[in-house]
């Protein structure tokens, strides 16, 4: 397809959120180009996250892409918290009056988007090189980039930067339009994909004298876990048999004697952060996802996050063409961010609660323990829990 010189809204990202993104707007008869700066297959290539809120799971649903989630994807009505030695589960489904969440790899998710989009023909550019965006504050934004060596430039209404954490369009923001709000927790994630089955069939969150591990999975024949190491820990120094014997002592026995080991097809270790930025839109220009806001991944929040920034956004776009109204992008950034900071509250308490400081002493783990206890044994505080959890609705009111 010719490359357009002219769209309504650049879509700066290909990743799940500016994919879904395109998705809402060409149903609505929007006309959109993406731009990414990687290779798809290297899109293909990033294993995130893999748990999906109701709220995620309508978007993909709305879109036409959820047939291969619905028959793959594991749907999960509760988790364990495992702490001094034993396991108890926290019940979503009853505690929420039916809610669940589902278990769908981001890879799985990204790919469906991606043969949907290439199915219907839309614009997508892979490997564009210097994307740079202009005249955001003015009616007339522009985005420009290259590609094998040749210059484009691109005149839209709307540009929407779903470009993550590093990307370009939430560095190109004055620094003195925009608040940035981060905390960094002095700790990573080392997580190991492999196909072994899951050790249980829901997901189990450890508190450990030895640190914080969980083990997730993918589908029935893949497992994905993670351990709590230290930031200056490197992937070189944990080989598979390493990870499996750490993962071992932090479960409990059951748990232990269930696990299946084999070799890893994937290894990282990932930093944690809590970060938002504020506001969210700069004229016509609009940050969603990682672009805005990183959670830490305990509460399971970062992809759904970014669908419903989507939701709002698209909604408030289409909203503009149908009905020549700006209501909706002008309460866009309030309407995210409510939701944003309640879910980035859930998430730094959830790792607080969950993971090992060594620099807060026994009293520290003491602490923790009490908590949990609370917890599981106050119907009040699961419920607590599990609300977060699932997610809240969406709420469209000024």
Not at 19 to 38: C, F, N, P, S, V
Request: with cysteine.
């Amino acid at each position: 397809m010719p490359k357009p010189t002219r769209t309504q809204v650049v879509i700066i990202g290909a990743g799940p959120s500016g994919l879904l993104m395109g998705q809402l707007l060409y149903k609505a008869g929007i006309d959109t180009l993406i731009l990414e700066r990687q290779t798809g297959d290297y899109v293909l290539s990033r294993i995130r996250a893999g748990v999906l809120e109701q709220v995620s799971i309508d978007l993909l649903d709305e879109v036409g892409v959820g047939k291969r989630m619905h028959q793959e994807g594991l749907v999960h009505g509760g988790f364990d918290l495992l702490f001094k030695g034993e396991r108890h589960r926290i019940d979503m489904n009853k505690l929420t009056g039916g809610k669940n969440v589902m278990v769908y790899g981001q890879t799985e998710l990204t790919l469906d988007l991606m043969n949907a989009r290439k199915a219907l023909d839309l614009p997508t550019v892979y490997e564009a090189e210097n994307v740079q965006v202009h005249e955001f504050d003015t009616a007339k934004p522009r985005v420009t980039y290259e590609q094998n060596g040749v210059a484009h430039s691109i005149e839209c209404d709307f540009i929407a930067g779903c470009d993550g954490f590093h990307g370009v369009c939430r560095a190109s923001v004055p620094k003195d339009k925009i608040r940035e709000y981060e905390k960094a927790y002095p700790f990573g994630w080392l997580g190991v994909l492999s196909d072994t089955p899951p050790v249980h069939h829901e997901l189990i969150y450890a508190n450990s004298t030895r640190g914080f591990a969980l083990c997730s999975q993918r589908s029935k024949t893949r497992s994905r876990y993670y351990l709590q190491v230290p930031l200056t820990d490197k992937v070189e120094q944990w080989s598979d048999e390493a990870f499996w014997e750490e993962l071992r002592k932090r479960l409990d026995p059951e748990a232990r004697a269930q696990l299946v080991t084999g070799t890893s097809i994937e290894k990282s270790i990932a930093p944690l952060r809590s970060f938002v930025t504020e506001p969210m839109r700069f004229g016509r220009m609009f940050l969603a996802g990682d672009a805005a806001h990183i959670v830490p991944p305990t509460g399971a929040k970062g992809l759904n996050l970014a669908a419903t920034d989507v939701k709002y956004l698209s909604t408030a776009i289409i909203e503009y063409y149908q009905e020549n109204s700006e209501a909706g992008i002008d309460h866009y950034s309030e309407r995210c961010l409510r939701r944003i900071w309640r879910a980035e509250r859930f998430s730094w308490w959830f790792t607080s609660l969950m993971h090992h400081f060594p620099e807060n002493g026994e009293i520290g783990q003491k602490f923790q323990d009490a908590e949990l206890d609370y917890l599981i044994h106050s119907e009040s505080g699961s419920r607590t829990i599990a609300e977060n959890y699932v997610g809240l609705p969406m709420d469209f009111g000024d």
